[in-house]
């Protein structure tokens, strides 16, 4: 039987979270820091921990068959690979940013500037669609402390929270692109079985990770108010309680309106309402 490799990255703001998802997805395997490859015990499938700007070329090229990789680097390596599922973590955008002292009004002041950046292919063709000539300035790491050395006017980079252009006495200007990190493999891999598989797995935990499970106490009299709120995955479970005239009914609530929904739960009648987190959730 053919095993798979996914790569992910071997250390850095990805490694946590890509590792924390294959475990959820139930695959067993070894987290050693020195290694390069890990086996999964329980699934025929092996693990390379590899720099986050090898993984696109190396799906590319088929030496792995899956990645978890930043779109940022998928987009700067310009590699021909297939988005397979977006994954909810490594939120980020790639922004331009210029010194707090500089009042910047408009994009086009930056035509004649320099701006420094580790994308430069990303920014290339920002600039080039809103036909600005600057002087890309590429350089390989610490791009925030460049305006403030003299290197450049401006720079482009990965930002997040913004703490770090903050403590640069730099400001955000423009977005050049919003990021998270993604699933590829190569293109076509889709339809392999086991790609398959492990594809569904990666999404019922991702579902999981959206909704919460809910058990509340209703008198029946109020049942139907409570149940017209409802979504669930099809429709609430309602049992009965010991107590005459009063069920339990379980369900799933989307996290994001979350507090809403149980406010007029409790309007509508709900009572003694446990919300638990959910593992898997498999359609
Ligand atoms: P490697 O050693 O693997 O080359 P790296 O230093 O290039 O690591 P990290 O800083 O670990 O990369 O970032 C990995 C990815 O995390 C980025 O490519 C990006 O997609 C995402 N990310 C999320 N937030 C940020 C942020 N604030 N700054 C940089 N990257 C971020
Ligand atoms: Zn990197």
């Not at 139930?26 to 700007?53: A, M, Q, T, W």
């Not at 979504?231 to 979350?258: C, M, N, Q, Y």
């Amino acid at each position: 039987m053919k095993t798979l490799k996914i790569a992910i990255q071997k250390s850095g703001r990805l490694n946590e979270k890509s590792v924390e998802l294959l475990k959820n997805c139930g695959l067993s395997f070894e987290n050693y820091k020195s290694s390069l490859i890990s086996p999964v015990s329980n699934f025929p499938l092996e693990i390379l921990f590899l720099r986050d700007d090898d993984i696109p070329e190396y799906v590319q090229d088929g030496i792995a068959d899956l990645g978890i990789v930043g779109e940022n680097v998928i987009q700067e390596t310009e590699v021909k690979v297939s988005y397979l599922q977006r994954l909810g973590f490594g939120r980020c955008s790639l922004k331009i940013a210029v010194p707090n002292t500089y009042d910047i009004k408009s994009i086009a002041e930056l035509n004649g500037k320099s701006i420094a950046t580790t994308y430069p292919v990303i920014l290339g063709k920002f600039l080039k669609q809103k036909d600005i000539k600057a002087d890309i300035r590429t350089i390989s790491g610490s791009v925030e402390i460049s305006p403030g050395l003299g290197l450049s006017d401006a720079i482009c980079d990965l930002v997040s929270t913004g703490g770090t252009l903050k403590s640069n006495g730099l400001k955000p200007f423009a977005d050049v692109m919003s990021s998270e990190a993604v699933l590829i493999g190569r293109s076509g891999s889709e339809d392999e079985e086991l790609v398959k598989e492990l594809i569904q797995r990666i999404q019922s935990v991702l579902r999981a990770k959206e909704t919460k499970y809910v058990v509340l106490n209703v008198h029946k009299d109020n049942l139907k108010a409570v149940t017209a709120l409802l979504p669930g995955v099809k429709s609430p479970s309602v049992v009965p309680l010991a107590e005459e005239d009063w069920v339990a009914v379980h369900t799933v609530i989307p996290e994001r309106d979350f507090w809403d929904r149980i406010s007029q739960l409790k309007q509508a009648g709900a009572q003694g309402i446990v919300v638990m987190p959910i593992e898997k959730i498999i359609l």
